[in-house]
């Protein structure tokens, strides 16, 4: 967790401090879970984003995770500062008490609410579709944003691409070819991979694209169509994946 509440019931926010001034607050104050309440450890690591976990496993810190990767943490606060950077109204880690859900950032634009999901280790159909559901039963619209694959697929251009099952469940359909949206908080860079075309199995061609955080928008941009030039890439490409796949096969 990044957020808890101190001892005077204010949201605590441990990586806004120095290491020398968590060392104190740690001495001298009692943090407290925003969901449960029970009293939870102030963690200042050489490694780590200094942040907060409950001193026992109870229901909670099973429910909500706990341990989170350097690489979690790290995105969410490059995330959290960005979107307050440029206006936006934004909660880190809300618990929504109706939903018994905690999305990483929750983000209220007009009358629209956004549940901003960063997710960078593997997380089952079965409750990736349970907590989108949740959230869209109360309005609240679900952007999941998995940590761009460390691949050679991940470079500009129009290529050949493998994407898991698991990003495909990540999917945004709202132009007339889906595409995916990541995150690559080691360079904090948003990763576009547009205009997917299915070949076979987990292969699709498609045109990936590299933005800067500092030149994303809020709502995500979306992707354009291919140009005519652009669209001769894809039709080599799509020959040369099917004659390879058909060789395969076949021969």
Not at 72 to 92: D, M, N, P, R
Not at 177 to 197: D, E, G, K, R, S
Not at 200 to 207: E, V, Y
């Amino acid at each position: 967790m990044l957020i808890a509440y101190n001892n005077q019931q204010q949201l605590f926010l441990p990586y806004q401090y120095t290491r020398k001034a968590l060392q104190q607050y740690r001495r001298h104050m009692k943090f407290y879970c925003p969901q449960c309440l029970e009293q939870v450890q102030l963690k200042i690591g050489n490694y780590n984003i200094p942040h907060f976990a409950h001193f026992t496993k109870n229901q909670c810190s099973q429910l909500f995770a706990e341990g989170e990767s350097k690489l979690h943490l790290q995105g969410k606060v490059q995330l959290y500062e960005w979107l307050q950077k440029h206006g936006h109204q934004v909660e880190l880690e809300p618990y929504l008490k109706e939903l018994s859900q905690r999305p990483d950032l929750l983000v209220t634009r007009d009358k629209e609410q956004f549940a901003v999901e960063f997710q960078c280790s593997t997380i089952s159909h079965e409750k990736w579709h349970q907590r989108t559901m949740g959230y869209e039963r109360n309005d609240i619209q679900a952007i999941w944003l998995f940590q761009t694959p460390q691949s050679k697929d991940a470079v500009n251009g129009i290529r050949k691409i493998r994407i898991s099952p698991l990003l495909q469940k990540a999917f945004i359909t709202t132009t007339d070819l889906p595409y995916l949206l990541t995150y690559n908080a080691v360079t904090a860079q948003f990763i576009y991979w547009t205009n997917l075309l299915h070949v076979h199995g987990h292969t699709f061609i498609g045109k990936v694209q590299k933005i800067p955080i500092d030149q994303q928008h809020f709502p995500f941009y979306r992707p354009q169509r291919i140009t005519q030039e652009e669209f001769q890439r894809y039709w080599q490409l799509y020959k040369q994946t099917c004659r390879q796949f058909a060789f395969n096969r076949l021969l």
